[in-house]
């Protein structure tokens, strides 16, 4: 079954250092794959995508992602967290399935920056 | 970027009565609209995809007749929850996309508290 993986419920990091939040999925074919941040009782808003050529994407608010196809994961990365940053993310895969496509989404990241 | 629409954004209403949602595209043809539903501190399930112009294909385990989706324009689709009961409260999100390798844009939500 296809399937995206957020193995971390929530990251922690310190306001200034660099972030990671971590995201694995499993699908056949060539997925594209999303960022988004959510904020409390909001829609998502769209940070950045990996469709194909170079694997390090950058995006929206300073966030990039590097995809690895070897390793199936498309990590969200920031070099230096801002308290704003503090939010919901989610990583997300689209892929074709019975001549329609699908957008599923994994469980969700709560990053949290503290000042 | 693109603009969707969604209305009302918050919605309460009595055990037993329908709701409807409405997720518009404002500046775009939007030719599939995706419908997913959100609980508390959980990812965005998947509920079903709709084209323009034909039935909405649904998820498994989603009820068709209860979550009644219809897709009449490139610029509007529609969620009506029938029936409503308590366990039917969430926050309901829309998004739409002009193709497969079209961006992908959300509306704000839609939170529906049945009584």
């Known amino acids: 079954a296809q399937s995206v993986a957020q193995p971390e419920d929530q990251v922690n990091v310190a306001e200034g250092n660099p972030l990671t939040v971590k995201c694995t999925y499993s699908?056949?074919?060539?997925?594209?794959l999303f960022w988004y941040v959510q904020y409390p009782n909001r829609g998502l808003q769209f940070l950045l995508k990996?469709?194909?050529?170079?694997?390090l994407v950058k995006g929206s608010y300073g966030f990039e992602a590097e995809f690895n196809k070897s390793q199936t994961s498309f990590h969200l990365k920031k070099p230096s967290a801002l308290v704003s940053d503090s939010a919901l993310y989610f990583c997300?895969?689209?892929?074709?399935?019975?001549?329609?496509?699908?957008?599923?989404f994994g469980s969700g990241t709560r990053l949290l920056v503290r000042p | 970027g693109a603009v969707v629409s969604q209305h009302p954004s918050r919605v309460i209403c009595k055990s037993g009565t329908s709701v409807k949602i409405e997720c518009r595209s404002l500046?775009?043809?939007?030719?599939?609209m995706f419908w997913y539903r959100q609980f508390p501190k959980k990812s965005l399930m998947l509920m079903a995809t709709?084209?323009?112009?034909?039935?909405?294909?649904?998820e498994q385990g989603v009820e068709k007749d209860k979550f009644l989706i219809n897709h009449a324009s490139l610029t509007l689709s529609t969620l009506t929850v029938t029936s409503a009961h308590p366990e039917d409260s969430s926050f309901y999100i829309c998004?739409?996309?002009?193709?497969?390798?079209?961006?992908?844009?959300f509306g704000e939500g839609s939170r529906l508290t049945v009584l």
């Open positions: 997300a895969v689209r892929f074709l399935m019975d001549s329609s496509y699908k957008l599923i």
């Open positions: 709709s084209n323009e112009g034909s039935k909405a294909t649904y």
């Open positions: 500046d775009f043809q939007a030719t599939t």
């Open positions: 699908v056949s074919g060539n997925p594209y």
């Open positions: 998004s739409a996309t002009s193709g497969y390798t079209g961006e992908l844009f």
């Open positions: 990996y469709i194909t050529g170079d694997n």
